[in-house]
């Protein structure tokens, strides 16, 4: 079965992630801007989410996680629990 570790950021509003994702864009740290911005408790870890599978984060999450380029910077990506960027760092 395919697996991805991935990181995140999750904030509040669409412009926040547009901002944030400016900053990575421009050679900011994507782990020290989730430290500093993430309203997500994996935030203090810098946005790490571990290893999981297909179907284990919401939809909209999972379609990026699973299709997106790995090693840049996804989004911004809607949920129901706000707008979040995306860093897969390996799929397999």
């Given at each position: 079965?395919?697996?991805?570790h991935?990181?995140?950021i999750?904030?509040?509003?669409?412009?926040?992630?547009?901002?944030?994702?400016?900053?990575?864009?421009?050679?900011?740290?994507?782990?020290?801007?989730?430290?500093?911005?993430?309203?997500?408790?994996?935030?203090?870890?810098?946005?790490?989410?571990?290893?999981?599978?297909?179907?284990?984060?919401?939809?909209?999450?999972?379609?990026?996680?699973?299709?997106?380029?790995?090693?840049?910077?996804?989004?911004?990506?809607?949920?129901?629990?706000?707008?979040?960027?995306?860093?897969?760092?390996?799929?397999?």
């Amino acid at each position: 079965m395919i697996r991805a570790h991935a990181r995140h950021i999750l904030v509040p509003t669409e412009q926040d992630c547009l901002n944030l994702k400016e900053q990575i864009d421009a050679g900011a740290d994507f782990g020290e801007i989730a430290k500093t911005h993430s309203t997500c408790p994996s935030g203090k870890s810098g946005g790490d989410l571990g290893e999981f599978g297909p179907g284990q984060m919401v939809k909209e999450f999972d379609e990026v996680v699973f299709a997106g380029d790995v090693g840049t910077c996804l989004g911004p990506v809607k949920t129901q629990f706000g707008y979040h960027l995306i860093k897969v760092t390996s799929r397999a």
